[in-house]
């Protein structure tokens, strides 16, 4: 199979109704040859009928769908150069696992001894050849996984479009299953589209990320700039991580912009908003620090609140806040810091950030630079 990119593949204003329903809302994407592209967001937000409509399963209802620059709009879908594997893995359960991949070659003719070669290189790149003879009930959910793979690559698409391809298998395997994706991703250098609901899933293999709500895109990014500079209240709310705060605008200065919400004032990095209006801001919760002390009158980025959670996750610990200024406020501490100043559910402490972590989301949004070294993220190959 060739190494060389192929497959670049661009939506324009594509739409999708189901009767009154809006599946998919004037999306405009465009994806390079050779990206490893995931479709993140929750369930209804029209991921899986944008892939659908990318392979030729659904027809568009208003909109263009380019492969490689051709427009394929109405084009069947075994013409487009697309490979759809689904969510099932939907393998013959009849057929041998040999006999299942080479099935799409056995469809456009392709001789016996042709078809077996090819199924068999496409099997040992999964690394599956060895369990050639079997039958898909005899094999593990993983193995099932890297069977399905191999019979949607068989055909030599441009683009692999994969319908949840990790939500069947348990953790352990997914995550190594991720790096096998990625393995091949890289071996082959195709387009991949990847539709998830998880975003620990996308952050570790897409090198872009489109975050869709509602049928529509909310961002589209890296995976350093969706976590770290969401564009909206959505965004750094569904990538998790980020508390979200608002607060009226009272001073505007060169460098920095007052806020201020009840009691409390907030010093956000400069935004370009009239006085008055409502300007909502994220912040890591690995970014906010905890002190014990009370808050000075007067202070700026220090909230009040109550523990009412403490999740031990491994490496940090997740400190649950009630305070009036948002609905779920959370700091991330490391383990060691949290055993150095441990907390109890109904202590009563300071969460305070800098400046600099805050980042404003929504129609005022903070202009700032990205990380350089991003793009090094993904790149590497993982091993298990
Ligand atoms: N065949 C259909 N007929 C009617 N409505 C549909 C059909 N397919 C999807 N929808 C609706 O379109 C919207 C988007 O569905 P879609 O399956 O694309 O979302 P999704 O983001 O992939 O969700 P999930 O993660 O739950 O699979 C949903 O509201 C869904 O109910």
Not at 74 to 97: D, E, I, K, V, W
Not at 161 to 188: C, G, Q, T, W
Not at 234 to 248: E, K, L, T
Not at 293 to 318: C, F, I, K, M
Request: net charge neutral; with cysteine.
């Amino acid at each position: 199979m060739t190494k060389e990119k192929r497959g670049a593949v661009e939506l324009i204003a594509v739409t999708k109704h189901y009767g009154e329903a809006v599946a998919v809302d004037g999306v405009n994407l465009k994806v390079a040859a050779g990206s490893y592209c995931c479709l993140l967001g929750p369930s209804g937000c029209g991921k899986t009928s944008t892939l659908r409509i990318i392979a030729g399963h659904e027809s568009v209802t208003e909109g263009d769908v380019l492969i490689a620059n051709k427009n394929v709009t109405l084009r069947h879908p075994s013409l487009r150069g697309t490979a759809l594997m689904f969510q099932n893995y939907a393998l013959f359960p009849h057929l041998s696992c040999e006999d299942n991949v080479a099935f799409g070659l056995k469809m456009r003719g392709v001789p016996k001894a042709e078809r077996r070669a090819q199924a068999l290189e496409m099997l040992r790149l999964v690394q599956m050849d060895a369990y050639k003879d079997r039958r898909p009930d005899q094999l593990s959910g993983g193995q099932q996984q890297r069977v399905a793979l191999a019979r949607a690559l068989i055909t030599k698409p441009e683009v692999l479009l994969l319908d949840e391809p990790l939500s069947a298998l348990d953790p352990f395997l997914r995550v190594k299953m991720r790096a096998e994706l990625k393995r091949i991703h890289r071996e082959l250098g195709l387009t991949f589209i990847h539709v998830t609901h998880s975003q620990e899933e996308a952050m570790a293999l897409a090198d872009l990320v489109v975050v869709m709500n509602g049928g529509r895109v909310e961002q589209t990014g890296s995976p350093w700039e969706v976590f770290n500079r969401p564009k909206t209240e959505f965004v750094a709310r569904f990538i998790g991580g980020h508390n979200v705060m608002s607060g009226r605008v009272t001073r505007v200065e060169m460098a920095n912009t007052l806020l201020t919400a009840g009691e409390y004032q907030f010093i956000v990095p400069h935004v370009n908003a009239p006085a008055g209006s409502e300007v909502f801001f994220s912040v890591r919760a690995d970014r906010v620090s905890m002190g014990l002390e009370a808050a000075d009158p007067g202070s700026s980025n220090a909230l009040s609140a109550t523990v009412r959670a403490v999740e031990y996750q491994g490496t940090q610990v997740r400190i649950g806040l009630e305070c009036q200024e948002a609905d779920e406020f959370s700091i991330v501490v490391s383990d060691r810091e949290f055993s150095e100043r441990p907390v109890s559910i109904g202590d009563r402490i300071t969460a305070k950030w800098e400046v600099g972590d805050a980042h404003c989301v929504g129609p005022y949004q903070t202009q700032e630079s990205g990380n350089p070294n991003h793009t090094q993220f993904n790149q590497e190959v993982l091993h298990v």
